[in-house]
């Protein structure tokens, strides 16, 4: 790979003299140097440094660690011969798209303004380091990462965003045929079953480093990241077959475990471990390759079911269809929500009537009810229809403990917000082989529901790993947070580190030679020039009902 130093993606850039003469040819080029050293502050020659930062959501090192002394994930332990690694710390709450939030802008949640699952894009409130890096003249690729639709522009580079995507779209439109390959992206979308989630997690570690590899060459990067989710759902579901000893066996009766998935996790991780080596084989000389993790797992305390609805069909039953009626099924994972739309008072009120009736009429054969239903008023009510004193007490406790638990507001322009909270004991007495009633219809569970068991749950330290190029080789774990990351890996891209960032970067790991050739530099924030916003459609929350099933991360 060959580029002009000082210039932006590889593009000589000229000032003719025209018929001015002279003296108006030297104007225009000063002109030209002042515009250019305005916009690109940070760009100096320098000798191409390469780095790809490698995320695999949900690696721990109490995995990890066991699989590197039996010598099952070779291509990992000789990362970590050449480099360095490190406990990485996270940020609260640990949720995915906060803590790679805070990955990419190396800011705190407060700053970055990511604070749930529906947020986008949109929500980020700091510039990306892959903004920076494209502002700063790189070649920047994003594959798959949290949080990143809709798809922002990146000059000379592409966003292929993550699962918590609204729709396809990527940028550029054509990011995949560019590269001679078929579009893949991670997605957890109709998997009803343990084991269409284990082939899902497998196909992840064979498909995406074929693609990365044809990506980095079409496109010629000088740094890219990627995320694997693979570890993470696996740890979720898995975590007890792979890991029995952690549990009563009491607790795990009956609960569906099955032979054919022991192990579940280790495979996957010799899976990830094959990928790794993958994408180190594919970098050129000199590269360094950084891997993170959002956070680590532990064995969770019991079982614990998580319950995925799909009410689609019974609502349209009872006359009640999502878009036609002004309501959206804004959430149909763990804690089902509903939204009223704004609008007129009584026409909404009187829908939000039938959704509550709807819903509380639903139980299973023995009559229990499947919901506690909780309705939360967004839009002021008129005289005479307020609420009582104990019903608006009531709806401002569920918010503070939604707020704190999850960090879920139920704000913005809607008439009122249904929560569902599941009877665990009632559902648990219909599925998979039950039925529930809703009015006078008996629909088998399995048709509204899938009950998908949880063995595995989030720690609060993750992996860190970095090496090749740049890094010196350090034998002892060391310690990192999740907002250093941003710094090393702006400054290997070969970047300016603005002032702004709320991490630290790790000069000691840095190889004094490498360190020597590539001077740190520190800019002003207001000095690197933001790119455009990234725009999309105002689509409903609803079109991450079958992406919000996905690997537990709403504890």
Known sequence: MHCTPGLPNRQSRSVPAGPRGRGAAASSWLIAVVVLALQLPSLAVHAEPRVV?????GASWNAIDPLLRDGRMPRLAALLAE????????????????????????????????????????????????????????????????????????????????????????????????????????????????????????????????????????????????????????????????????????????????????????????????????????????????????HGFEAHDGFQR???????????????????????????????????????????????????????????????????VVTLDAAPRPEGAERSFLERARQWAYRKLADWL???RFEGDAHAYLVLIPEDEAWEAAWPDGAIQLGTRRVPATEVVY??????????????????????????????????VAPLFLHLAGAGLPDDLEGELREDWLAPDWHARHPLRRLRAEEIPRLARPTGPALGDEVLKERLRSMGYID
């Open 306 to 372: 998580r319950w995925s609805f799909h009410w689609e069909a019974e609502l349209a039953h009872a006359g009640l269809v999502p878009g036609r009626e002004a309501f959206v099924l804004a959430g149909q994972f763990g804690f089902p929500v509903v939204r009223v739309e704004a609008g007129a008072f009584a026409p909404q009120e009187a829908l939000l009537q039938r959704l509550v009736d709807f819903y509380q009429g639903a139980s299973n054969e023995a009559g229990a009810a499947l919901f506690n």
């Open 451 to 484: 009950g998908d068991g949880f063995t595995g749950n989030h720690h609060p330290t993750g992996v860190f790993v970095a090496a090749g190029g740049a890094i010196r080789p350090v034998a002892e774990r060391q310690s990192l947070s999740v907002l250093d």
């Open 406 to 408: 999850f960090s879920a």
């Open 53 to 57: 930062l490698v995320g695999v959501d």
């Open 83 to 294: 480099g360095v690694h490190a406990d990485l710390a996270t940020v609260e709450p640990v949720i995915s798209p906060v803590v790679w939030s805070s990955v990419a802008t190396g800011r705190a949640p407060a700053a970055h303004g990511v604070l749930n699952f529906y947020a986008d894009a949109r929500t980020v409130a700091v510039p990306t380091v892959f903004e920076r890096m494209a502002a700063q003249g790189l070649r920047v690729g994003v594959y798959d990462w949290l949080v990143s639709w809709p798809p922002q522009s990146l000059p000379g580079g592409f966003v292929i965003p993550g699962w918590l995507r609204r729709d396809e779209r990527v940028h550029p439109t054509d990011v995949f045929a560019r590269a001679g390959v078929a579009p893949y992206v991670y997605s957890n979308r109709d998997l009803s079953s343990r084991r269409a989630y284990f082939e899902a997690s497998l196909a992840e570690a064979a498909e995406k480093p074929v693609r990365w590899r044809a990506l980095t060459g079409s496109f010629e990067l000088d740094a890219g990241a990627l995320t694997f989710y693979l570890i993470d759902a696996l740890s979720h579901r898995f975590w007890a077959d792979t890991y029995p000893e952690g549990f009563d066996p009491e607790d795990l009766a009956g609960r569906g475990l099955e032979p054919e998935f022991q192990g579940a996790v280790v495979r996957g991780y010799r899976a990830l471990d094959v990928a790794l080596g993958e994408i180190a084989d594919s970098l050129p000389e000199g590269a360094t390759m950084l891997i993170a993790s959002d």
